[in-house]
Structures are given as C-alpha cells and as structure tokens.
C-alpha cells in the first residue's frame, strides 16, 4: 500500500490549499484516512480524521482544536483519496502534513497503519 499526498505549498496568511491524499495497492477496506502535522521542534499532532466506522458506529470525524471551523476533511471512497480543505490559514499552521490511513487488506484483517511521504505547508504573516 502506498499513499500520495500532495497538495502543500505556500500561502499568505488568510488564504487557502487543499491537500489531497491517494491510496494505491491492495486495499480491501479503508478504515480511517486522516491528516497529521509536525511543525518545527514539537511532536506530530493529529489534525483531522474520517473514520468509515462499523454498522453499529456509523462515519465519524475528528479535528484538533485548533483547526475547527477552518479544515474540512473528506474523502472518496471509489477513489480512496482524502481531502483536507484549509482555509483561513494561520503562521501557526506551518508545518509538514503527512496523510495516514488504516488499512484492512483482507475481509477479517486489523487495521493496519500506513503514512504518507509530507508535504510542507507555509504561511506567511
């Protein structure tokens, strides 16, 4: 399994990208797509996730605190491709954003982790 994100870039503060990230391989489900971030000298730190859930679950997704009401996650499922949406980015936001995704690559298979290659996101005060 491979992901391919691309997307990042530099920005003035204020504006917008979209990130995309594409799964390839053997995939029988996708469990969970989602975006981290590590800036400078602090940890990787989960900024969104969409999780396909179970039949008792249903969907559901997550944002970090600080990226709410301004990154939207999405995905499509046919092209197993996440989106993240970022608008009204902020210098705090530099980083570089790696796609993860948990995987099932048989019927009753775990999750299994996989990441992306980063992409650098920069905004400029």
């Known amino acids: 399994v491979q992901l391919q994100a691309s997307g990042g870039g530099l920005v003035q503060a204020g504006g917008s990208l979209r990130l995309s990230c594409a799964a390839s391989?053997?995939?029988?489900?996708?469990?969970?797509m989602g975006w981290y971030r590590q800036a400078p000298g602090k940890q990787r730190e989960l900024v969104a996730e969409?999780?396909?859930?179970?039949?008792?679950?249903?969907?559901?997704?997550k944002y970090a605190d600080s990226v709410k009401g301004r990154f939207t996650i999405s995905r499509d499922d046919a092209k197993n491709t996440v989106y993240l949406q970022m608008v009204s980015l902020k210098p705090e936001d530099i980083a570089v954003y790696y796609c993860?995704?948990?995987?099932?690559?048989?019927?009753?298979?775990?999750?299994?982790?996989?990441w992306g290659k980063g992409t650098q996101v920069t905004v400029s005060s």
């Open positions: 993860n995704a948990e995987i099932s690559q048989r019927p009753y298979d775990d999750r299994t982790d996989y």
């Open positions: 391989g053997s995939i029988f489900r996708l469990n969970a």
């Open positions: 969409s999780d396909s859930g179970t039949m008792l679950t249903g969907p559901s997704t």
